[in-house]
Nanobody, 119 residues
Framework: QVQLVQSGGGLVQAGGSLRLSCAASGDTFSNYGMAWFRQAPGKDRDLVAG???????SYADSVKGRFTIARDNTKNMVYLQMNSLKPEDTAVYYCAGRYDRPGYGWAYWGQGTQVTVSS
């Protein structure tokens, strides 16, 4: 299993950029798929971006072309670079991890960090 600690986030104007970071400790990091989720008030927690242990990326349609997920397996880190931010990106963002094999769910979560985009 892994423990996840997030950093980054904050308040930014529309059109601006932020980078979220997530530090993992515990098990062999490259064995885990990682992702960023977000949850706005009164809404479900949604998958924003994911990356497999070998670096295959996927994105929600709402962030394609604006957000980039990356990982550094030598530093046990995963990042979310967010550009061209919009007010609708405002949410609490969570780093998540799962063992990178079929049948495993998102079992490991960071503490969450607030991202607020002002118009």
């Amino acid at each position: 299993q892994v423990q996840l600690v997030q950093s980054g986030g904050g308040l930014v104007q529309a059109g601006g950029s932020l980078r979220l970071s997530c530090a993992a400790s515990g098990d062999t990091f490259s064995n885990y798929g990682m992702a960023w989720f977000r949850q706005a008030p009164g809404k479900d927690r949604d998958l924003v971006a994911g990356i497999t242990g070998i670096g295959e990326r996927s994105y929600a349609d709402s962030v394609k072309g604006r957000f980039t997920i990356a990982r550094d397996n030598t530093k046990n880190m995963v990042y979310l670079q967010m550009n061209s931010l919009k007010p609708e990106d405002t949410a609490v963002y969570y780093c998540a991890g799962r063992y990178d094999r079929p049948g495993y769910g998102w079992a490991y979560w960071g503490q969450g960090t607030q991202v607020t985009v002002s118009s």
